[in-house]
Structure formats: C-alpha cells, structure tokens
Nanobody, 117 residues
Framework: QVQLVESGGGLVQPGGSLRLSCAAS????????MSWYRQAPGKERELVAAIGSAGVRTIYADSVKGRFTISRDNAKNTVYLQMNSLKPEDTAVYYC??????????WGQGTQVTVSS
C-alpha cells in the first residue's frame, strides 16, 4: 500500500532554512505527481507545492513563491521541500501526498515546522 514518511522538521528562527524529505513506498514513485501540504493550528490543510513526475513541472502557493523549492529524486523515491527565509506564519505540520493540486489523502504522520525566535 502507499506509504509516505515525512521528516526534517524542527524549530528554526525567522529567516532560517529547513529541508523536508518525504520517503515513498508501495507504488511506482516515478510516474506520480507529488506534493507538500501544511496545516497550521485552527486552519485548513493547504497546498504548499507540487511537482510533476519528471520533476520539471512545479506549482507553488503564492505565500511561498521565491522562498520554497520542491524537488524529487526518483532513484531514491523521495520528494523534498527546501524552505528558505522562513517566517512565523510558515509554522505548521507539513505533509506530503501523492497528488497534484487536489489532495488525495495519502498523508504520512507529518513533520512539525516551528518558526520562532
């Protein structure tokens, strides 16, 4: 079955960087879109970024454009989210999904990102 395991979150100061990873298994990773979503306390889960199967096509939420970069390594069955210039409003639990811009619900356990001084 589809399994996604997110990692790489943590506590970081405003302006700092983190790199999230999502290890996938249970399906042919290289043929599927992958995406990152996040959910802040009291808010709905929202799309952060998505990437096409070949890693060429990408989309980003307006709030993260120019700061976050999604990428993938099909040889390692892993999708990444490089987050730079982090802001307190980026604080959330981050999840990956086997999806484009509509969530499919293949969430892992998520990884907590906290941006605070």
């Amino acid at each position: 079955q589809v399994q996604l395991v997110e990692s790489g979150g943590g506590l970081v100061q405003p302006g700092g960087s983190l790199r999230l990873s999502c290890a996938a298994s249970g399906f042919i990773f290289s043929v599927y879109y992958m995406s990152w979503y996040r959910q802040a306390p009291g808010k709905e889960r929202e799309l952060v970024a998505a990437i096409g199967s070949a890693g060429v096509r990408t989309i980003y939420a307006d709030s993260v454009k120019g700061r976050f970069t999604i990428s993938r390594d099909n040889a390692k069955n892993t999708v990444y989210l490089q987050m730079n210039s982090l802001k307190p409003e980026d604080t959330a639990v981050y999840y990956c999904d086997r999806a484009w811009d509509r969530p499919q619900g293949y969430w892992g356990q998520g990884t907590q990102v906290t941006v605070s001084s």
